[in-house]
């Protein structure tokens, strides 16, 4: 049976479960406080409300600029029952790339925390969000720093009125913007429709399974593509989401007490967190036997890492989730546990989800036979409308071929019959030395089994002699025992094609990290060039 679109919408997930669970929770927050599903639908209710009398019109941008709390939930539940969408960006970014962002798509309202006011009160009264609703202070002390039309959250939830935009809803409503991060200059604008977000949705129920006695964490914060698969499903399940704070999700240790003491069900986040809590988190005297499924994406997880997660915590199930910011999941490949001993090789990233559909293709357009590598393309309900005001961008994204429209992922692939697709690198991470094609991910690889490092990753320069050098960036399980570049060099020289071995190798503390957990390659590019 086909359901009705007003009916396949996130707005509509809540308020379905808010009728059949209204006293069940619904977001706990990092202070503990929490909110039920009836009180989430009818304080979104207020929202929607408010911003609507405000003026702000179906497709309108609005944007979320917040810690995560229940309040940021409600925010996002009331800009979508207005029609509008939400523009949620990372709150602790500097001030000039965040006004870069909210003027980029002309925001009309935002919800702001009071630490980050400055944003605003620093940005010309004309580059201002009509409406601006504080939330950490009164609209007092926001309009001391020289803000106009400011209100606060309590004045919000104070609305009397309601709207029901319900019997307008479309499958075709932009949902949210979400701006791609750890790259230098203005971010493009990911545009996700209803249809998209839904699709996802959708699709993880299949595989999760969930039900109302789940409980979701929400690990990635909400300006990253991975959330989107924490809080719809476990809001369309009426199911309880815990959200992690940005400062409990780097503590190893209290964060596999959180799993713990919360007995979450469902954990979904970047490889390096789990490698983070397999490390250091004391997983041999934490039970996280509540825990059902173990979801990772973002990057590919190193195997001895993975192998280690597994034998400390080997009850859940395990799945490598693939997908790009403009498709969000599109893939992904149930782990075997045991992870096998003789394994170094990363886990394929599966077949696609029921709601993709693949395309590989070489480098003159024409499709691949199995086994043989080429570029990823996705099409179907899952692909992203494009990306905001950037029409060049979009027609470069894109491919027309018998009568669908595709998304070129960008990345190398090859079709395992029995495995789904082999994740080979990305074609913007290909060099060329001596002659030879390189990938640096396969570079990297080869690092990560070496036993003595803990985290890899690699560059490439541009050289005079060689055409580019590649550098290596490291850290060690043991910083008092590093292996000596000696000892790295000779590794290299028995993992890896002479001309593949790295030029430089440098240890670092810890690898500097996007806001989504991703390693920030355009950071250590750009200190290696700045000789730092």
Known sequence: M????????????LEASAQRFPERTAVVSPDGSSIT????????????????????QPGDRVGLLLPKSKEGVTAIFGILKARAAYVPADYTAPATRLRAIYADCQVRAIFIHASVLAVLAEAPPEARPDTIVVLGCSAADARAQGLDAVVDWEEVLSEQSRVDTSTSRSLDDLAFILYTSGSTGIPKGVMLSQRNATSLAEWASSVYQPSQEDRFSNHPPFHFDMSVQDLYPAIKHAAALYLVSEELGKDPRQLALFISENRLTIWYSTPSILTMLAEYGNLRKVSLDSLRIVGFAGEVFPVK???KLVDLVPHPAYYNFYGPTETNVCTFASIPKPVPANRTEPFP??????????????QNGAEVNPGEEGLLYISGPSVFLGYW????????AFLERNGRRWYNTGDVVREDKELGFIYLGRRDRMVKRRGFRIELDDVQSGLYRHKGLREVAVIAVPD??????????LSAHDPAKKPSIIELKTFCNQELPYYMSPDVFIYLDALPRTSTDKVNFPALKAAFLEGK
């Not at 086909?2 to 997930?13: D, R």
């Not at 990233?349 to 070489?362: E, F």
């Open 37 to 56: 599903y009836r009180q989430l639908n009818e304080q979104a209710d207020r929202v929607a409300a408010f911003l609507v009398r405000r003026g702000v």
């Open 389 to 396: 005001n950037r029409p060049k961008e979009n027609a470069a």
């Open 464 to 473: 005079a002699d060689s055409g580019v050098k590649i550098i290596a960036y």
């Open 305 to 307: 890492h993975l192998r």
């Open 2 to 13: 086909t359901v009705p679109s007003n009916e396949l919408h996130l707005a509509a997930y």
């Open 349 to 362: 990233i599966g077949p696609a989800c029921y709601h993709c559909t693949p395309l590989v293709l070489d």
